[in-house]
């Protein structure tokens, strides 16, 4: 047996390891974030396309970052996002570049079939666009998930070439050691390929602890353990019965008295000072990023009306009138020249 004694060094780095590992509990809480979260950003990612986005079941991984670049050496597209209000951190949406040309070419107005997969700053601003509202939405179920206010810094879009740590941020570089989210993506008709989601191992487990003290802290919501193993969780507004000495017994209602009408006329001169927003409209018109971009001094847009015909008159953004369009001493005026029927009115207010 040697003689030799461990330094303090070495006493102090063996008694601060820690197992680096994901517990069964942690990754269930992570899949949970990703498939609620990113669920709902594929929502809004398909009213963008137009076309049906699905994110399937999330599969969660531990990996060393150079083990992920050597695992996946092609060239993709990265969004960068921040969280700065209620979690702080970092994490990478690492998409492939054909599927990002596909969603590129999909928001500038193609088809998605012959994709351009030169991306050029056009399209560039387009993936950043949807990237910023899928993960935005993201980052509001995330909310409602934990239970505090989630709010990210915009996404920052780049093609990464994944051939070494440098292209990565700090927070990626110092550690190392990620958490790898997997999806199916699939876009109806065009791709059906994988993304991945990636987090700093410390990230990861904050997002972890954050969602299972959430769980823990709402004993008659179930506890973590159950809802992360395909448990879904209770739907907001529904009324569980009450446990009463071990018994289930429904919860019982107070009696509704109804209250007499007022008598005698209202009073209408309380309503006499309220502000009402009045605006016209002269039409409108639906537009595709690309032809918005390619707009200059003195482009012309051309609205779903024909010049001379009446104009929407609105209160609050509700449909009242019609009109013309006067001049009265060199200013613009309306005429109204028809006034919504009371019906059409009520049904304008719902």
């Known amino acids: 047996m040697s003689n030799e004694m461990l330094s303090q060094e070495e006493i102090n780095a063996l008694l601060n390891e820690e197992a680096v590992e994901l517990t069964p509990l942690e990754r269930d809480a992570l899949g949970e974030i990703g498939n609620i979260s990113f669920g709902s950003g594929a929502t809004a990612l398909s009213l963008l396309l137009n076309r049906r986005v699905e994110l399937n079941t999330p599969n969660v991984e531990l990996s060393e970052l150079s083990e992920l670049i050597r695992k996946y ?169 009450k446990m009463v000495d071990g018994s289930v017994r429904p919860i019982q209602f107070g009696t509704l008295e109804s209250t007499p009408p007022l008598e005698g006329p209202g009073n209408l001169n309380l309503l006499l000072d309220v502000p009402l927003e009045i605006s016209v409209e002269l039409g409108s018109t639906k537009m595709r990023i690309k032809e918005i971009l390619e707009l200059g001094i003195g482009s012309v847009i051309e609205l779903d009306r024909l010049a001379g015909e009446l104009v929407d008159i609105l209160v609050n953004g509700k449909l009242i009138a019609k009109g013309e369009v006067v001049v009265i001493d060199e200013n613009f005026g309306v005429k109204i020249t028809d006034i919504v029927s009371p019906f059409e009115r009520v049904n304008n207010l719902q």
């Open 73 to 241: 050496p092609k060239p993709c597209l990265v969004a960068e996002v921040d969280y700065t209000t209620g979690l702080k951190g970092t994490n990478l949406l690492l998409i492939q570049m054909h599927d990002a040309a596909v969603i590129a070419d999909l928001m500038l107005g193609g088809d998605g079939t012959s994709p351009n997969m030169e991306l050029g700053d056009m399209e560039i601003s387009a993936i950043s666009e949807a990237m910023n509202q899928m993960i935005g939405k993201a980052s509001t179920s995330m909310s409602s998930l934990f239970e505090l206010r989630v709010e990210i810094a915009p996404p920052r879009t780049r093609v990464l070439s994944m051939k070494n740590l440098e292209e990565f941020s700090s927070q990626f570089i110092e550690n190392n050691l990620v958490v790898v989210v997997y999806f199916r993506l699939v876009i109806e008709g065009l791709v059906d390929s994988q993304i991945m989601l990636v987090i700093p191992y410390p990230f990861a487990r904050e997002m972890a602890k954050t969602l299972i003290d959430v769980d823990e802290q709402a004993p008659m919501e179930g506890k973590m353990a159950g809802q992360l193993k395909g448990n879904p969780r209770k739907p907001e507004g529904r009324v569980e019965p």
